[in-house]
């Protein structure tokens, strides 16, 4: 979808980290547009969306039609509750 054409601007780390950090403080459900607000920095659309593309795919966010969420747990004890679980 957005990796068809070749970005004109990658994001920087800076950028990814700043726009993580900003979306664990917010609440648990928002959009692209109050995602936009919060931030420190203006971030340009199709950057923001590389970054938001990159999230997901690494399943630190949910996207679902009615917003976004962020769903990253680096909890030691959750990893380990997963990988010794029983399956249902």
Same mark, same amino acid.
């Given at each position: $979808?957005?990796?068809?054409?070749? %970005?004109? *601007?990658? %994001? &920087?780390?800076?950028?990814? @980290? $700043?726009?993580?950090? &900003?979306? +664990? +403080?917010?609440?648990?459900?928002? &959009?692209?547009?109050?995602? +936009?607000?919060?931030?420190?920095?203006?971030?340009? *659309?199709?950057?923001?969306?590389? #970054?938001? *593309?990159?999230?997901?795919?690494?399943?630190? #966010?949910?996207?679902?039609?009615?917003? @976004? &969420?962020? @769903? *990253?747990? %680096?909890?030691? +004890?959750?990893?380990?509750? @997963?990988?010794?679980? $029983?399956? #249902?």
């Amino acid at each position: $979808m957005l990796l068809k054409k070749k %970005p004109l *601007h990658w %994001p &920087t780390l800076n950028t990814v @980290i $700043m726009v993580e950090e &900003t979306m +664990k +403080k917010l609440d648990s459900l928002f &959009t692209v547009a109050e995602l +936009k607000r919060a931030l420190p920095r203006q971030v340009n *659309h199709n950057t923001l969306l590389l #970054i938001l *593309h990159y999230l997901d795919l690494s399943n630190k #966010i949910a996207v679902s039609v009615k917003g @976004i &969420t962020w @769903i *990253h747990n %680096p909890s030691p +004890k959750l990893r380990k509750a @997963i990988a010794e679980g $029983m399956e #249902i």
